[in-house]
T-cell receptor, first 117, second 114 residues
Framework: DAGVIQSPRHEVTEMGQEVTLRCKPI?????LFWYRQTMMRGLELLIY????????DSGMPEDRFSAKMPNASFSTLKIQPSEPRDSAVYFC???????????????FGDGTRLSIL | KNQVEQSPQSLIILEGKNCTLQ??????????LRWYKQDTGRGPVSLTI?????NTKSNGRYTATLDADTKQSSLHITASQLSDSASYIC?????????????FGRGTSLIVHP
């Protein structure tokens, strides 16, 4: 099993630019999660999908953030326009819940380290 | 407000020694508690998941306990190894059915010295 694959691993861009982070979940997993991690705030859940449908996006900080899951094997998190305070490590995770969302482990990718100058 | 507090913030131990990390929470309604290990530069890896009815769960040298009455959990590491050096994160979830509402602790940074 290849695990959750995120790209790019590192992204450095200037303020105001559009940033797109990508995630390929583990095949067969029906839940996908996007998280953000900073030194100041720790880990935060941004949004999660079930069967490609967004379930809860209450953690998305602003309208500048958007996430899509066009199919079961691909998701994107987009920031437009980006700001320096968006600098963080963004993680994608996937899980197969078999009807028990709250009892199954989530498998994390190794994250995208985003720096906005 | 839901909160998860972890202690200590950091810990240094010698290889082969045991250690215990603490997690206190005020999350309601409680659904489950997870411990993750996060190596530097990597994503978190799930160690244990416990629901209300479970008070002990083991994963190799890692043993987690849960006291739902006092809202406390601990992660005990036995015979520590250099590879145990990492951040350990406690996550308490509320929600029911298909919902997932996590509250994250800030983590305990563990360093194991030879």
């Amino acid at each position: 099993d290849a695990g959750v694959i995120q790209s790019p691993r590192h992204e450095v861009t200037e303020m105001g630019q559009e940033v797109t982070l990508r995630c390929k979940p583990i095949s067969g997993h029906d839940y996908l999660f996007w998280y953000r991690q900073t030194m100041m705030r720790g880990l935060e859940l941004l949004i999660y999908f079930n069967n490609n449908v967004p379930i809860d996006d209450s953690g998305m900080p602003e309208d500048r953030f958007s996430a899509k899951m066009p199919n079961a094997s691909f998701s994107t998190l987009k920031i437009q326009p980006s700001e320096p305070r968006d600098s963080a490590v963004y993680f994608c995770a996937s899980s197969t819940q078999r009807g028990q969302l709250l009892r199954q482990p989530q498998h994390f990718g190794d994250g995208t380290r985003l720096s906005i100058l | 407000k839901n909160q998860v507090e972890q202690s200590p913030q950091s810990l240094i131990i010698l290889e082969g020694k045991n250690c215990t990390l603490q997690c206190n929470y005020t999350v309601s309604p409680f659904s489950n508690l997870r411990w993750y290990k996060q190596d530097t530069g990597r994503g978190p890896v799930s160690l244990t998941i416990m629901t209300f009815s479970e008070n002990t769960k083991s994963n190799g040298r890692y043993t987690a306990t849960l006291d739902a009455d006092t809202k406390q959990s601990s992660l005990h590491i036995t015979a520590s190894q250099l590879s145990d050096s990492a951040s350990y994160i406690c996550v308490v979830s509320s929600g029911s059915g298909g919902s997932y509402i996590p509250t994250f602790g800030r983590g305990t940074s563990l360093i194991v010295h030879p």
